[in-house]
């Protein structure tokens, strides 16, 4: 039989949480994998494919953040949601910086979770309405989304589910400012009026790759009280 339901992996050591995510995510029709500790869900990981994991920070053994760089070298696409206890900024940029792809301060909304999951399952095949050339260049950069890779100055980098998507985005939408709720809603499905920083500090990560001066982007260009805008040219 095929089971073609989505199947996320959820590792949380608080049980009586774990089983409320667990209990809603069945009934969005999702197939869970749920595990207490990071060590257990590696072993899992490496022998099964995930669509999504969500990943606690707070764990006994081995970290969330530990965790996110080792889910990294397995498997270098998977989105990945990290649920960090403190809204302290070091937290959220120290798992964006290990390769998470969005986070949610406990205690979160039952909605707004359900709906960053939804966000971040939706495939990037129907994501995409016209596909972007393979092979974009700019730069000292060329960009294979489809096989989820690029060339840069520094050497080739794995690129993630959600780093494909806003680079589709950004490609497709060339030259224009494109307002930060937008993104935040099409890439990763958030609720309009969401208060975050995800987007910011994922775009510390595209200059990181791709930027000759990441501290003077001239690609990924800030359009001040509005977004961000692509630049093929850099200027
Ligand atoms: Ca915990």
Redesign the pocket.
């Known amino acids: 039989m095929t089971d073609d339901k989505p199947h996320i992996l959820l590792v ?3 049980i009586h949480l774990a089983r409320g995510i667990c209990f809603n995510l069945e009934e969005e029709g999702h197939r869970v994998s749920h595990f207490e500790t990071a060590e257990r869900a590696m072993a899992t990981l490496e022998i099964e494919h995930f669509d999504l994991v969500i990943l ?1 920070v ?2 006994p053994g081995m970290d969330g953040f530990q965790a996110c760089r080792a889910i990294r070298a397995l498997d270098p696409r998977v989105p990945i949601l990290l649920l960090t ?1 403190r809204s302290e900024d070091a937290d959220r940029v120290e798992g964006l910086e290990n390769g998470a792809d969005d986070y949610l301060t406990k205690p979160f909304n039952l909605v707004e979770f359900l709906l960053r999951v939804k966000g971040m399952l939706r495939r990037s095949s129907w994501y995409r309405p016209e596909p972007v050339e393979e092979g974009y260049s700019f730069g000292d950069n060329e960009v294979f989304l489809l096989s989820y890779r690029a060339r840069t100055a520094q050497g080739e980098v794995d690129l993630t589910e959600m780093e494909v998507r806003v680079l589709s985005v950004f490609f497709r939408k060339e030259g224009q400012a494109i307002h930060r709720s937008d993104l935040l809603q099409s890439v990763w499905g958030y609720s309009s009026d969401t208060e975050t920083r995800t987007l910011d500090n994922f775009i510390v990560r595209l200059r990181k790759y791709f930027e000759p001066d990441p501290s003077h982007p001239i690609h990924f260009q800030t359009v001040r009280a509005v977004g961000y805008r692509f630049s093929r040219e850099g200027k």
């Open positions: 949380e050591d608080e606690d707070m764990l206890a």
